[in-house]
Nanobody, 131 residues
Framework: EVQLVESGGGLVQAGGSLRLSCAAS????????VGWFRQFPGREREGVSC????????SYSDSVKGRFTMSRDHAKNTVYLQMNNLKPEDTAVYYC????????????????????????WGQGIQVTVSS
């Protein structure tokens, strides 16, 4: 069974940092495209970062480029999102996702395009940035 479990969210002051983790079970992250998305209240989920299957260079939305970094720990089968210089407008629920079906079709998500059709999602984790 595919499972994604996010952790590391919470409350931080503007300018601070958080690192989100996404632990996987039931599959190996290295074999699939992976992404991070976020959702603001009352709005659709938007892309934050993604990396294609077989690629080690993530893409980022313009709103987080230069502040957020996605990485993988192969030994722990975990993906991270390091978030620096956080702003109040980064306050959202953050989701980890994976393209388990392996569909590498280019997909235009809100804010980000990825060679993936993400089909499995974590439960989401709240990040709140105070001003």
């Amino acid at each position: 069974e595919v499972q994604l479990v996010e952790s590391g969210g919470g409350l931080v002051q503007a300018g601070g940092s958080l690192r989100l983790s996404c632990a996987a079970s039931g599959f190996i992250f290295d074999d699939y495209a992976v992404g991070w998305f976020r959702q603001f209240p009352g709005r659709e989920r938007e892309g934050v970062s993604c990396v294609s299957r077989g690629d080690d260079t993530p893409s980022y939305s313009d709103s987080v480029k230069g502040r957020f970094t996605m990485s993988r720990d192969h030994a722990k089968n975990t993906v991270y999102l390091q978030m620096n210089n956080l702003k109040p407008e980064d306050t959202a629920v953050y989701y980890c996702t994976v393209d388990i079906a392996g569909d590498t079709t280019w997909t235009a998500y809100i804010g980000l395009g990825c060679h993936a059709d993400f089909d499995s999602w974590g439960q989401g984790i709240q990040v709140t940035v105070s001003s």
